[in-house]
Nanobody, 124 residues
Framework: QVELVESGGGSVPAGGSLRLSCQASGLTTELYCMGWFRQVPGKEREAVGKFYSGADSTYYPDSVKGRFTISRDVAKNTVYLQMNSLKPEDTAVYYC?????????????????RGQGTQVTVSS
């Protein structure tokens, strides 16, 4: 059973930084799509960063490019989302998700396994 547990959310003023962590367990393959997503009630889910474990590149949408960075600690089975220069519009529930069945095509936002999410609130 794949399990993802996020931590690190909280409240910060605009311009501040947060680092979210996502610890994964139960993955039986080294090849998977993984990403961070955010959800605001009444709005569409948005991917804020995605990568394929078998490649070097990471996708970021324009809304966060240059401010958010995904990093991995393979030994700890943990993925991080470093968020800098936060804006009030970044306020959302952030969650990580993984899918080992996409064969490297990570474009979908509908990943098979996701964590429970962590709230990020940015005040103006």
């Amino acid at each position: 059973q794949v399990e993802l547990v996020e931590s690190g959310g909280g409240s910060v003023p605009a311009g501040g930084s947060l680092r979210l962590s996502c610890q994964a367990s139960g993955l039986t393959t080294e090849l998977y799509c993984m990403g961070w997503f955010r959800q605001v009630p009444g709005k569409e889910r948005e991917a804020v960063g995605k990568f394929y474990s078998g490649a070097d590149s990471t996708y970021y949408p324009d809304s966060v490019k240059g401010r958010f960075t995904i990093s991995r600690d393979v030994a700890k089975n943990t993925v991080y989302l470093q968020m800098n220069s936060l804006k009030p519009e970044d306020t959302a529930v952030y969650y990580c998700a993984v899918d080992p069945f996409l064969h490297g095509d990570c474009r979908t936002d509908d990943y098979k396994y996701r964590g429970q999410g962590t709230q990020v609130t940015v005040s103006s």
